[in-house]
């Protein structure tokens, strides 16, 4: 039987793991606390390491892995910005979830969005008082309103298409776009300018790292509204801060934050919060913010079981490398893997 040791592991990890490790022959040792070089100890003996978003997999995590015989790291999410890949690279392999349900993120987004722009929040809060005043919760109609996309991958034309039911212009912006894109892509000045929703859809890279700063913030419409679900240094929160601040961006809706690893799925209710930035934007009536739980659907925690547990079974008992990330190899160009074969 495969052994693997689920860390940062929830009550609904363990629900939906607990329901496919029988099918996979897997033995899931469930751990709610981060992997760690203070935790890593607890992988010993496992064949395999279950990792969320807010594990931070560097060179010396990584190391110590190597060191106690582990060769396969298991992200049971989508983005791998978190791990070391040139560390990884000839030591441990990584695997994902590239696509556990684009909708329940897509759908989290638009959640956000009308929630923020017809006050729904403020007259829940009121009504549970009796009070049914409407004083301050005037909102816009969406449609005719141009909503600028960044990042069309599936998770961002789902976003798009849903907006197309709105009546909304659509426009988007993507190094690489998709044909079936059903908007207008245009270059990011344009996007910035012309849009009065904004959401992110895109990964995190170095190229993409506080995309939303200080300058590029000053580029957008005035009273823009912005929303993020992807990951949370694709924006400068800082700069976001001011920008508020300054009434130039209108409202927030993020799901992700910069510096959420400490935090998020965490409860700190009886607790002073040390993020002052985070704190800030939390006490903004037109700021709005969830923890990280965009993906927190039925389906998509089935699927991310699944999924994970596929890509475990098929590294250590089949020879398949479905789902392995690219490293960026030096032979990259060479590279004849075709998802098929190992990568090292």
Do not use: W
Request: glycine share 6%; with cysteine; aromatic share 10%.
């Amino acid at each position: 039987m495969i052994k693997v040791a689920v860390f940062s592991a929830k009550s609904y990890d363990v629900e939906s793991f607990s329901k496919v490790a029988e099918k996979y022959d897997i033995e899931y040792k469930y751990y709610d606390v981060s992997l760690s070089l203070d935790t890593v100890a607890l992988a010993k003996g496992c064949d395999a390491v279950c990792v969320f978003v807010n594990d931070k997999c560097d060179k010396p995590l990584i190391d110590a892995l190597y060191d106690l015989g582990i060769r396969l790291i298991a992200l049971r999410c989508a983005g791998y910005n978190n791990v070391d890949l040139n560390a990884a690279y000839g030591k441990i392999h990584i695997v994902r979830v590239p696509a556990y349900s684009p909708y329940a993120v897509a759908e989290h987004a638009i959640a956000l969005l009308l929630t923020s722009v017809r006050r729904i929040h403020k007259a829940y809060i009121r009504t549970r008082d009796y009070n049914f005043s409407l004083k301050g919760l005037t909102g816009f109609d969406f449609h005719g309103k141009t909503v600028g996309i960044i990042g069309t991958g599936k998770i961002g034309k789902i976003f798009a298409n849903i907006c197309q039911g709105f009546g909304m212009e659509i426009l988007g912006y993507d190094k690489f776009p998709a044909p079936d894109f059903p908007g207008k892509y245009v270059e990011l000045k344009e996007l910035l300018a012309k849009s009065d929703i904004i959401s992110l859809h895109c990964p995190l890279t170095d190229e993409t790292y506080h995309m939303f700063n200080k300058e590029t913030l000053k580029e957008t419409k005035k009273g823009v509204t912005i929303v993020n679900t992807s990951r949370g240094a694709l924006i400068d929160a800082e700069a976001l801060v001011e920008s508020l601040k300054e009434r130039h961006v209108g409202a927030v809706c993020l799901d992700v934050y910069e510096e959420e690893s400490n935090l998020f799925f965490n409860d700190y209710s009886g607790h002073i919060l040390n993020d002052d930035v985070l704190a800030r934007l939390i006490s903004m009536p037109n700021v709005i913010v969830t923890s990280h739980q965009a993906f927190l659907t039925n389906e998509a925690l089935a699927n991310i079981a699944d999924t994970t547990s596929s890509n475990i079974v098929g590294f250590i008992k089949e020879g398949k490398y479905l789902n392995e990330v690219c490293y960026q190899c030096p032979k990259k160009s060479e590279c004849m893997k075709k998802r098929e074969g190992k990568c090292f």
